[in-house]
């Protein structure tokens, strides 16, 4: 921890991805072009937002919307993006990797 502390106080920033944003990366893979780059800076900017709810409350609501819009836009240009796939990759981390959950079939 002493060590982590001198670190950062150099200047130095070690940046982990969280969980949803990780399960993000993982869906969507590299960029095909800068327009895609662009899209995926987005998503990946609103999943950093939803890896820390308690610091980024206020912010939870346009950082989905964005997301949605970015995923929806790469579908539109025929994108390999499956805005569905991400989703759902998303919800599996924030149950901790469980998996999707059980339909209700009633």
């Excluded at 327009?35 to 990946?44: G, H, L, N, P, S």
């Amino acid at each position: 921890m002493l060590a982590a502390g001198w670190i950062r106080d150099a200047g130095y920033r070690v940046v982990v991805d969280g969980p949803v944003e990780s399960a993000v990366r993982a869906q969507l893979g590299e960029p095909n072009g800068d327009a895609e780059a662009t899209r995926f800076a987005m998503v990946f900017t609103a999943a950093r937002i939803l890896d820390d709810p308690n610091t980024n409350a206020r912010s939870i609501k346009p950082a989905i919307e964005a997301m949605r819009f970015a995923l929806a836009d790469a579908e539109g240009d025929g994108g390999a993006n499956d805005a569905a796939a991400v989703m759902d990759a998303i919800r599996d981390a924030a149950r901790g990797g469980d998996g999707s959950a059980v339909g209700n079939a009633a």
